[in-house]
């Protein structure tokens, strides 16, 4: 204790974040170290029956009525997660700002499609986006050009909260590290204490908006569904997690258990070692969270007020000039434990399309997806329900190289799976079919011809083709 005495004291000392910040970074530091973390006990798991997570198919129709429409969007907030930069994709600035189809970026599509239901229904639908302290100052500039749209768009920060040196337990910036270095945003799960802090709940609730749609900004699948709105109006339901079912790309994803008596979020990080395999197999934890979350504003005022909202904390060690730090961090997802009546629904593979990286970009360019009022929509030339599965070599990891790759987007409709490996260019109209590998040869350029139809090939060189 007295660790969190002496931390308590030098964070005193940060002129740069607030008081909200400063206790709130103290309380998540002390919850750490009383070690509080709570222990799953495997053979209390129980699968979730229908009642918990709700089959998709199941949910009544939407009002044919517009006006009734108009009434359930009245009460609905979209927010978005916008604290991540497109470093991973070689992009500089925020994430949201990579373009994803027809020269429109994430931000773009977000805001065309809820305008377009603006429009539509004659309702003001706003758009929150929780910016951290990297994305701030540029998504202040770039949502100005939507000044002159039907939407209303609100920004606001998730906390700043300084890393901790893992040798002395003290905050990195009183180490002289004042730069962005020192600092972290810390996890989505700061969205509820974030919006109260902001100011920005209170506003909401006064004017009679009761639901907020929260989901990650790189999900092209997220988007306002009316059925899942009016399900949780009519039941009451405080807080739902939009799981689908897994596919093997997706064994790491957290799932929902019941878990004396409550739903609950279990997440790779908490699964004892002798049972890692069983919670990756696709039989038992048929579902994974897609992070698309649907909470009533009331109930995280009270939650928040009440200082309820206790996430598990995942550490994430990292370094920073060649000094170890934490920083710990708390999900979103974690929080359905502590609201009332809370439940999952299984929604089709469709609301989960995430662009994490190139080879994501590949898929929603090409013509397995056109675009249509800010939707991207799956062909439905492809029969398979699955998308193929694509592997791109590093020469293809920055979004500049894969464009500049690309004559065009090859069509991938019948393809099942691709891997590019070493100095690849494609030429236009290339058609891929089946499971296609191409590998270059150290040292070798290897260009496929524009109009090639490489069907179930293995290339590595122009003869091969």
């Not at 907020?212 to 988007?223: K, T």
Request: proline share 5%.
């Amino acid at each position: 204790m007295e660790k969190l005495s002496q931390l308590r004291s030098a964070v005193a000392g940060l002129d740069q974040i607030s008081e909200n910040e400063k206790s709130g970074f103290i309380n998540l530091v002390s919850r750490y170290l009383s070690g509080e973390a709570q222990h799953i006990e495997w053979s209390k798991i129980k699968t979730p029956t229908d009642e918990v997570v709700v089959p998709y198919d199941t949910l009544a129709p939407t009002p044919e009525d517009s006006a009734e429409t108009k009434k359930l969007l009245d009460k609905l907030v979209v927010l978005k997660l916008n604290g991540g930069l497109g470093t991973t994709m070689g992009c500089t600035g925020p994430k949201s700002v990579i373009e994803v189809r027809n020269g429109l970026t994430f931000l773009d599509l977000i805001v065309i499609q809820i305008e377009s239901l603006n429009n539509k229904y004659g309702c003001k639908v706003p758009l929150l986006l929780m910016n951290s302290f990297n994305t701030h100052d540029d998504t202040l500039k770039i949502v100005q050009k939507y000044e002159k749209s039907n939407i209303e768009i609100h920004t606001f920060n998730q906390s700043q909260y300084p890393r901790l040196v893992v040798d002395d337990f003290s905050p990195l910036p009183s180490k002289g590290n004042t730069g962005k270095d020192g600092w972290y945003p810390p996890g989505h799960g700061d969205v509820f204490p974030a919006l109260m802090n902001s100011g920005k709940l209170e506003k909401l609730l006064s004017q009679g908006k009761e639901y907020v749609f929260v989901a990650n900004s790189d999900n092209l699948g997220a988007v306002v569904d009316l059925k899942i709105l009016n399900h949780l109006i009519k039941n009451k339901n405080e807080y739902c997690m939009e799981v689908t079912p897994k596919t093997l790309a997706d064994v790491k994803g957290g799932t929902l258990i019941s878990y004396e008596g409550k739903v609950q979020l279990l997440e790779i990080a908490q699964v004892p070692d002798e049972h890692v395999n069983e919670f990756k197999s696709i039989e038992k934890f048929k579902i994974f969270n897609t992070n698309n979350l649907w909470v009533n504003l009331n109930a995280i005022k009270r939650l928040v007020e009440a200082d309820a909202l206790k996430m598990e904390i995942i550490p994430n060690p990292k370094e920073v000039d060649g000094i170890k730090v934490l920083q710990l961090e708390t999900a979103a997802g974690a929080a359905i434990k502590f609201f009332d009546n809370a439940i999952g629904i299984n929604v089709p593979r469709s609301r989960f399309l995430p662009v994490k990286a190139t080879s994501d970009l590949l898929l929603v360019q090409s013509d397995l997806y056109t675009l249509s009022d800010g939707f991207v929509i799956r062909n439905k030339a492809r029969k398979s329900p699955e998308n193929p599965v694509i592997e791109l070599g590093p020469e293809f990891k920055k979004v500049g190289n894969f464009l500049s790759r690309f004559k065009s987007i090859p069509s991938i409709i019948e393809l099942d799976s691709l891997k590019v490996a070493g100095d690849v260019w494609f030429g236009s109209g290339v058609i891929l079919k089946g499971k296609v590998t191409i590998e270059a040869k150290a040292g070798a350029k290897l260009e496929i011809p524009d109009g090639a139809v490489l069907a179930n090939k293995v290339i590595n060189g122009p003869q091969d083709i």
